[in-house]
């Protein structure tokens, strides 16, 4: 689904770059206020989201892609997210989007506070869309058909 949507939009005219999260060396953020205190900007942790963040900063848009864990957002995807806690509100960013796949319906409540609270109000951007597969729909040609258009749209 995520590879249809980065379809879409560089059909668009757009640039896109996908990057999985989920084998990346991530840590979790420790609250230590480095990045605030000492280097502004900076992470005292040295791991992969040195690459991560350059990569948010330098984007217009932002596509959180995640399968649903326990109701929320992935821990990969988590961590990520807490992570950007170095850079804060990043500045370039105007648009985001959400898409979510589940075994169930009925399970992205959760997911979808954290993204509109912690994303796109704290960030102030625009929510260009959320897309959910459940079950049989993860994958589908539909529903890829469904995140190509959009893409497209952008
Ligand atoms: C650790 C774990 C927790 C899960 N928790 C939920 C859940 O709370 N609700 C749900 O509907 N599906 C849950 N699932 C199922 C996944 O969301 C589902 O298989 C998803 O479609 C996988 O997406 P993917 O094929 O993109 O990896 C869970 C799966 C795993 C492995």
Redesign the pocket.
Known sequence: ?VNAFARGAEEAGHEVKIIHVTPLNVRGCLGCDYCRNVEKGICCQKDDMQKINPEILASDMIVFAS??????LSAQLQAVIHRTYAIDIPENVRKTALIM?????F?YGPAITQYYQSIVEYWGVENAGIFT???KQ??SEEKREELYRFGKSL
Do not use: C, E, L, R
């Not at 399968?67 to 929320?72: G, R």
């Not at 796949?101 to 319906?105: A, D, K, L, T």
């Open positions: 689904m399968p649903i864990y326990y109701f929320t796949s589940s075994g169930s319906q399970v597969a459940n079950g993860n994958k």
